[in-house]
């Protein structure tokens, strides 16, 4: 507030310091305002990138849960490992010696194909395991130790999947 009792040359110099004043006053608050509207920016990308995260994380849980209920617990345990799905199949076995899959498997391997067609993107690996039984005489000129034999079976179970489910073998380990 101005006194003009002192003269107009000093109520228009207090004048002129308040108005340098707010001036002042206003850049360093245009320059605050700046700088909060960068940080919201980043916030607001950081947000938008989680959201997007976050509905890929529900997307997959989605996708895993909906193969877990293609199982029984007999058939198969199902797992999420870090970026892999683990299906470890308990209802697949050989005759003890052979690699031949037997048509009670075909049901349980068509959820297997199920599975796949959830995950449309990733790789298959496949693995393929025997019992501690030696190999018998007859059959050891086809299956020289038990890995072969557990090899047989992994690729007996790749061919039929490849051929089933029609995806390129280059997709399955």
Do not use: C, M
Request: proline content about 5%.
């Amino acid at each position: 507030n101005p006194r003009y009792d002192a003269g107009l040359n000093a109520a228009v110099e207090s004048i002129q310091s308040n108005i340098i004043e707010l001036q002042t006053e206003r850049d360093r608050l245009q320059a605050e305002v700046a700088k909060l509207q960068e940080d919201y920016e980043v916030v607001r990308e950081e947000a938008t990138l989680s959201s997007a995260e976050l509905a890929k994380k529900q997307e997959r849980e989605a996708k895993i849960n909906k193969v877990k209920t293609l199982f029984t617990p007999s058939e198969a345990k199902v797992a999420y490992d870090s970026e892999n799905l683990v299906i470890r199949l308990h209802g697949l076995t050989f005759p003890s010696g052979k690699s031949i899959i037997q048509p009670e498997y075909f049901s349980l391997l068509s959820k297997v194909q199920e599975s796949i067609k959830i995950f449309p993107e990733r790789h298959i690996l496949l693995e393929g395991h025997t019992d501690s039984q030696p190999i018998g005489r007859r059959l050891k000129k086809i299956y020289p130790t038990n890995w072969e034999l557990s090899v047989a079976r992994a690729v007996n179970v790749v061919r039929y999947l490849a051929e089933n489910v029609k995806i390129p073998s280059s997709r399955i380990y």
